[in-house]
């Protein structure tokens, strides 16, 4: 009579019976893990995010594509001179929500005249159009003191 006992144990057998064995995961480390892939999870929408070349902190807003070529960026003792242009189908309503909403948590405050300033530097973000086909400029500057 064969017994499951008597025969041999091929690799892939010893590592399936010792899978429970393996895997086991103190409980101290589970909190910890888990908070790990839900914060990897919730940042994906950040890094996914496109910003305007030449700038770290300015978010390209979803319905916008940079005109290609468009971009000058001159460095200058007194701050960077920085200028790319946009296009997209977005109204002026929600270009303007979008940037008024959005720079503040990025460190820029808003001025009177709609454009937000950081430490030294000063961005103006202009559009033209009608109908939902804007062009958009963005030109930084630095801070006049």
């Known amino acids: 009579m064969h017994h499951p006992e008597d025969r041999t144990i091929g690799p892939i057998d010893f590592l399936l019976r010792k899978a429970p064995e393996m895997i086991k995961v103190p409980t101290a480390m589970l909190r910890p893990i888990f908070v790990f892939i839900v914060a990897a999870m919730l940042a994906v929408p950040v890094l996914a995010q496109t910003f305007v070349p030449g700038f770290e902190d300015v978010p390209l807003m979803p319905g916008l594509n940079v005109i290609p070529d468009s971009s000058h960026v001159f460095e200058t003792p007194a701050g960077r001179l920085i ?63």
């Open 83 to 145: 200028e790319v242009r946009a296009a997209g189908t977005v109204s002026a309503a929600a270009l303007e929500t979008f940037y008024r909403d959005t720079m503040p948590a990025l460190g820029w405050s808003r001025g009177p005249d709609g454009s937000f300033a950081r430490i030294n530097e000063v961005l103006v973000i202009e559009h033209s159009g009608a109908g939902g086909n804007l062009a958009v400029t963005f030109r930084l500057s630095p801070r006049v003191k």
